[in-house]
């Protein structure tokens, strides 16, 4: 999965982090843009042509007019374009900044909506459809008090602190800009209580045994003194450009802050969270709450980028299992196992030849494997993404209650390296199995391949290179864990064991995701039924289950967009045969950025549709 500083990634740049070119964009200005000042840019440019003005540059005129306004709403974006002028700022979370947002998301659908598809180029058009469907997910969002679920175990204001993970911190401005974000972190405290406190008057509130967890991580924040924070963290090492005095005086500042203003309105927050919002909080289900499961038939076509309903989803779901499974006692065949799966499963996750003994062995472990990937991508890719990655822990604070890995894209200007975190808390609990097919999804031919690749991509407005449809981006990575096969891994059947394991946990996520969202499951059914199905730890599997229940339909984006690119592979094969080139398909398909499944069936017909004209011209030269 895809994170950024591990909050769920600001609209409208989904993913993913969320997640994720003009060329006109390089942001060095300090923003800000007042209601009334994006009011008269907003009517000074018309989503009309005119004699003066094609549809053509209206439209580009708006995308670029969104995207400014994205930067200005979003002042953490900002870095990854080479502008630190929102360094010392967080997003505006009051309840009036969401409405605001709401109300100017509207004006510019307005004013695409203005302009008429037949009057625009085919690849202009596809770029005011995918603006359209991201303003108006945004204002359904709203309009559903999705914003009002403010924050989970996973996802909120107890981890901003892992923000200084992909901060620059060489100068005394770089101190004073998180110093800066430490002295407003009360008012951010303050706004996320306002959402919830809202979010309770209104019923839209979030699964109680997910919060629970949340009490704790704020408990962890506030143990010691000052110096023991998170927050404190990036004044441990500091560089020794900084003299001493400036560091002694850097350091006694963030003290201050964090025990006189940040520490009393976390302890605030979490008197909060235990006396009035546990209390208010739901069932697992997000169909407990009123208008639920309408509710989440919108989150699956949201994350789905697909008509499908949960019935349908489910049943897909059902009907890969069953797939998978039978590919499982073929492999427990194979290894002369005597028992079935859950017997298989079990000793899979208890036998200590499948474990580290060490979180050291374990990250030593996983470097060594993620050096062995580059070597395979020549055969499957004809381009490469410039930007490199690394292997990095995720930090303690966060890993045990967050997943088993994820990954942190590039900073859009080359300043920083995409970033594989992987979990090394409860080494004993990370299989070996897993290793391969985990870190091909999360870096290359994954995550990393895939969102660098169109961060580099030219010729496309801003928004297209950093969008986040799940579907796409979460699709891609589960159908690079098959691309494995062909760069020479799992080599053996229990790593081949492991990329069936994880792909039964793509289509277990189906069937539980539905279940309890929809169909009134219990979180014990739905851990129960993943026991049974996948050879995951049960720790992971709980952590698995919460984060289902705590994002409702997200985790239906995987798998189902798996299967579109699977789809979309087996009608080339077998309409080009032994003309199909897997490099030219898979530079195909990743050469737009991320899309929604039905944009990216277009775009892939068009290309076989043109493939098939072109053998046959060939053909008839020859004859």
Not at 366 to 378: C, E, F, I, M, T
Not at 507 to 519: C, E, I, P, Q
């Amino acid at each position: 999965m895809t994170s950024i500083a591990n909050q769920k990634p600001p609209t409208p740049v989904r993913g993913l982090a969320p997640v994720p070119v003009s060329g006109r964009a390089t942001f060095t200005r300090a923003w800000s843009l007042p209601a009334i000042g994006l009011a008269l840019l907003l009517c000074c440019h018309p989503a009309t042509a005119s004699d003066e003005t094609t549809a053509e540059a209206t439209l580009d005129q708006v995308i670029d007019t969104h995207w400014q306004w994205t930067l200005s709403q979003y002042p953490e974006m900002r870095l990854d374009y080479g502008d630190r002028s929102g360094n010392h700022l967080w997003t505006d979370r009051s309840p009036e900044a969401f409405t605001a947002r709401y109300e100017q998301e509207g004006q510019f659908v307005q004013q695409l909506e203005q302009i008429e598809p037949a009057t625009l180029s085919a690849s202009s058009q596809v770029n005011r459809s995918m603006l359209l469907r991201l303003l108006r997910d945004n204002r359904t969002e709203y309009e559903d008090g999705l914003h009002l679920i403010a924050l989970d175990m996973r996802s909120g204001p107890q981890h901003r602190h892992s923000m200084i993970e992909r901060l620059p911190m060489a100068t005394s401005a770089d101190y004073e800009d998180w110093l800066a974000r430490l002295r407003a972190m009360p008012e951010q405290l303050l706004q996320y209580q306002q959402l919830l406190q809202q979010g309770i008057s209104e019923n839209r509130v979030q699964a109680q045994i997910v919060m629970s967890r949340v009490p704790g991580q704020i408990e962890n924040l506030l143990e010691g003194d000052a110096t023991d924070s998170p927050f404190y963290k990036a004044f441990r090492n500091m560089p020794a450009a900084l003299s001493p005095e400036e560091q002694a005086r850097l350091r006694k500042e963030a003290e201050q802050v964090i025990s006189a203003q940040i520490n009393p309105a976390f302890a605030s927050l979490l008197d909060f969270l235990k006396t009035d919002y546990l209390p208010a909080a739901r069932a697992p289900g997000i169909g407990s709450l009123s208008g639920g499961k309408q509710l989440y038939a919108r989150l699956a076509r949201h994350y789905t980028t697909t008509d499908l309903t949960p019935d349908e989803i489910h049943e897909i779901g059902l009907g890969e299992v069953a797939r998978i499974r039978a590919e499982m006692h073929a492999v427990i065949k194979e290894v002369g196992f005597e028992g079935d799966i859950a017997a298989f499963n079990a000793f899979l996750r208890t036998d200590p030849q499948f474990y580290y003994d060490s979180a050291e062995a374990l990250l030593e472990g996983y470097q060594a494997v993620s050096k062995r990937l580059d070597p395979g991508l020549v055969k499957l890719f004809g381009k490469l993404p410039r930007a490199p990655y690394g292997v990095r822990p995720i930090p303690e604070e966060e890993a045990p209650d967050t997943t088993t890995a994820y990954y942190m894209r590039p900073a859009a200007d080359g300043s920083r390296p995409g970033w594989y975190y992987v979990n090394l808390y409860q080494p004993e609990v990370r299989p070996k199995f897993e290793m391969e097919v985990l870190s091909v999804h999360e870096s290359v031919p994954g995550h990393h391949l895939q969102i660098a690749l169109a961060q580099e991509l030219t010729g496309l407005p801003e928004f297209r290179r950093n969008s986040g449809f799940t579907a796409f981006i979460e699709g891609w990575g589960l159908y690079s864990e098959r691309l494995g096969y062909d760069m020479g891994l799992y080599t053996d059947p229990y790593s081949r064991y492991g990329q069936l394991v994880y792909d039964m946990w793509r289509a277990v996520r189906l069937v539980v995701d539905t279940g309890m969202h929809y169909f009134g499951w219990s979180r014990q059914r739905a851990i129960d039924y993943f026991l049974d199905n996948a050879a995951k730890t049960e720790a992971d599997i709980v952590n698995e289950i919460d984060r289902y229940i705590g994002w409702p339909g997200q985790a239906l984006a995987y798998k189902i967009g798996q299967l579109k690119m699977l789809q979309l592979r087996q009608e080339a094969e077998t309409a080009l045969g032994e003309a199909f080139d897997i490099r030219a398909f898979h530079d195909q398909l990743l050469g737009a950025g991320a899309t929604p499944l039905d944009v990216l069936e277009v775009r892939m017909d068009q290309w076989l549709a043109q493939q098939l004209d072109e053998n046959r011209s060939a053909a008839s030269l020859t004859q």
